[in-house]
């Protein structure tokens, strides 16, 4: 079984900075691509960033590529999400995900086991 657990996020000012990190807590996910969704009040689910199991591949949504960075640390079972220049139109709430998959996906469908979500604020 894969039990996410995430930390970090908070409140930070626009054009701040902040990590989010995702960590397993009992089977290894080194053979898992894995992502990050987020979900702002009123709106769907949609997707941010996806990174394959090895970290040798990623993907962005337009909307944060350039400002976001996913990454992984296998060794510890951990996926991170660094955000940078941050705006007031990222707040929402941040959840990690991981796919029983190698390959690396931008579909919410495609992800097997979610973390439990924390909340971004980022204010003007």
């Known amino acids: 079984q894969v039990l996410l657990v995430q930390s970090g996020g908070g409140l930070v000012q626009a054009g701040g900075s902040l990590r989010l990190s995702c960590a397993s807590s009992g089977r290894t996910i080194s053979t898992y691509a894995m992502a990050w969704f987020r979900q702002a009040p009123g709106k769907e689910r949609e997707f941010v960033a996806t990174i394959s199991y090895n970290g040798g591949s990623t993907g962005y949504a337009e909307s944060v590529k350039g400002r976001f960075t996913i990454s992984r640390d296998n060794a510890k079972n951990t996926v991170f999400l660094q955000m940078n220049s941050l705006k007031p139109e990222d707040t929402a709430i941040y959840s990690c995900?991981?796919?029983?998959?190698?390959?690396?996906?931008?579909?919410?469908?495609?992800?097997?086991?979610w973390g439990q979500g924390t909340q971004v604020t980022v204010s003007s």
């Open positions: 995900a991981a796919r029983r998959s190698t390959a690396k996906s931008t579909s919410v469908y495609d992800y097997d086991y």
